[in-house]
């Protein structure tokens, strides 16, 4: 199987499969096999690769339309109900994130000092702010997105909570019984991934809304020259107070977070560990099959 997953922009989520998939099924995966292997992240839509087959395991949906199946398709386990439902799939092929695999692991990087309670954006929202020196403002441990898989590892293990705009941090946290809190700053922040998630760990979380911070300049038509210099003059300074408000919200609640854990979430162990083991029974009958 050749592996698949969205590379476009660096993301920890994504970053996972090149780092996950192979420790987990080692020889199954050929660069140049003509069958498609989809493991972490929202990437069940129309548009993949031409393929003979494609094989899934803890996939989601939700970006755009689901992809047309057919006898090409083998689905041994998607993310959650809601990417099931939208596939027509048996509701016993709702398991968990791929990335629940990690618990496979015997051993995961080691802890790195820092703040106690850490911050991930979500990919997009990292290409428009300052996040390291908002984070630093904040008192949070930032959790930069595009560092590699060791690293952010390592960051997590180092803190006692997470706030989470990034889902894959949040679910990250899960795996390491770390509390988190998820929260939303941006609009394209997808609510149907989230759900779908959630749903898979018995849980139904409303993230914390952020103030929103607009972009410093936007082209907008049929603008003089005269008012397009006097906007261009005033919206970096209306930036600079919207992140200032942004900073005082993270900082607080950060603050808010490390005196009282409990504010956080955390799936039940009993859930977790029975989930778990439906997508282990998966990935074996994966490894059996596509030898």
């Given amino acids: 199987m050749k592996l698949y997953y969205f590379n476009e922009a660096p993301n920890y989520g994504d970053a996972l499969n090149p780092w996950l998939w192979p420790r987990l099924l080692g020889h199954r995966l050929q660069e140049r096999s003509s069958t498609l292997f989809l493991g972490i992240g929202t990437i069940l839509k129309p548009g993949l690769p031409p393929a003979d087959r494609y094989v899934v395991l803890g996939s989601g949906g939700g ?37 629940y695999l990690l618990r496979n692991l015997k051993s995961l990087p080691t802890a790195i000092d820092g703040p106690q309670i850490g911050f991930m954006p979500h990919w997009q929202t990292q290409l428009s702010l300052p996040w390291e020196k908002i984070c630093a403002r904040s008192g949070l441990r930032y959790l930069d997105p595009r560092a590699s898989v060791d690293e952010v590892l390592g960051q997590l293990q180092g803190c006692r909570g997470v706030i989470a705009e990034a889902m894959h941090a949040a679910i990250t946290a899960d795996i390491l019984r770390i509390p988190w809190l998820p929260v939303r700053l941006g609009r394209h ?63 607080s609640l950060g603050r808010e977070f490390e005196a009282n854990l409990q504010i956080g979430h955390l799936s039940s162990q009993t859930v977790l560990c029975a989930q778990t083991n439906r997508l282990n029974r998966c990935l074996e009958r994966l490894c059996d099959k596509e030898n």
Wanted: proline content about 8%; overall charge positive.
């Fill in 63 to 99: 970006y755009e339309a689901f992809p047309k199946i057919d006898h090409r398709w083998t689905f041994y386990g998607v993310r959650g109900p809601l990417t099931a439902q939208g596939l027509g799939l048996d509701p016993e092929l709702a398991l968990l994130d791929g990335a």
């Fill in 189 to 251: 922040i997808l609510d149907f991934k989230w759900r779908d998630w959630l749903a898979s760990i018995s849980m139904d979380v409303a993230p914390i809304p952020l103030p929103a911070v607009e972009p410093r300049f936007v082209a907008r038509n049929r603008e003089s020259a005269f008012r397009r210099l006097c906007r261009q003059t005033i919206t970096p300074l209306e930036n600079e107070l919207q992140i200032n408000t942004l900073i005082r919200r993270l900082a």
